[in-house]
């Protein structure tokens, strides 16, 4: 399928995580997909300390996985109720691009 359709799931396997960890805590992500593009929110009981681990996760995902390249830019404002927003740009790799 594609890194959106992933990211726009990413609760729901954090849900199914929740039910075989029951004393884990997962965070919860939100996805907004727009003409303006695509925005990614980001909450954790732990606070925005793990969000280096999504900007370095949700790239190695798109390219190891789906065959696109992500940068991701983080906004100075987060949507309310996040710790952190973040900009996506998801381009398919050059590589990639060629075979098409």
């Not at 980001?42 to 190695?60: H, K």
């Not at 830019?73 to 398919?92: D, K, M, P």
Request: glycine share 6%; proline share 4%; with cysteine.
């Amino acid at each position: 399928d594609t890194l959106l359709a992933f990211l726009f799931n990413i609760n729901h396997l954090h849900f199914q995580l929740t039910r075989q960890y029951r004393k884990s805590t997962f965070p919860k992500f939100l996805v907004e997909e727009s003409e303006k593009g695509v925005h990614l929110s980001f909450a954790s009981c732990r606070g925005t300390i793990l969000a280096p681990l999504v900007e370095g996760v949700v790239p190695s995902i798109g390219k190891n996985l789906f065959d696109v390249e992500v940068t991701m830019s983080r906004l100075e404002t987060a949507r309310s109720g996040y710790g952190v927003t973040w900009s996506l740009i998801i381009e398919q790799t050059p590589e990639k691009a060629t075979l098409i």
